[in-house]
């Protein structure tokens, strides 16, 4: 991860998101992650300073919320994963401008019925000292199993 500024991963796979969330606690890195399940799309700036001054949320401190989004069975449609894609860009631009809005939050989309949401995200300084005195582990060493994601 050395040599970039921002990482972004959309691979729709927890154990990918949970050990690169790590690596970039690790590196001191802002993550940027999202996906895309049936008609619901979420991305949230993870390892980041909100405007507020709150201390940084990390993807780890937070899969209690996200864990809503994973019930999902149905696939997705290609609009879906591109429309999202472009609401990430933008808001990792205006990341990158200063603009606030990605850091710290959790953002939603129900393509169905065309509703947004957006969240706080929240800080377990415990969970964050936990992985820095662990270090960076396998997924097999997390306890995870890494699949083919079938349906996309």
């Known amino acids: 991860m050395q040599g970039f500024d921002l ?15 790590d690596a970039c606690i690790l590196e001191n890195k802002p993550f940027v992650m999202g996906e895309v ?3 619901t799309a979420w991305w949230g700036g993870f390892n980041m300073l909100p405007a507020s001054g709150a201390p940084a949320a990390s993807y780890r401190c937070n899969t209690f919320l996200l864990d809503d989004f994973r019930n999902f069975d149905a696939g997705a449609m290609g609009a879906t994963h591109g429309a999202t894609a472009l609401l990430m860009v ?35 300084a415990s969970k964050i000292q936990g992985v820095k005195d662990q270090g960076l582990l396998s997924a097999e060493d997390y306890g995870l199993e890494i699949v083919p994601d079938v349906e996309d």
Do not use: M
């Open 7 to 21: 990482v972004v991963d959309c691979s729709q796979n927890f154990a990918t998101h949970l050990i690169v969330n």
């Open 37 to 39: 399940h049936n008609w």
């Open 90 to 124: 933008n808001e990792i631009i205006k990341y990158q401008a200063g603009v606030p809005g990605l850091a710290g939050k959790l953002h939603t989309f129900n393509y169905l019925h065309h509703q947004f949401d957006v969240r706080d995200l929240h800080s377990d």
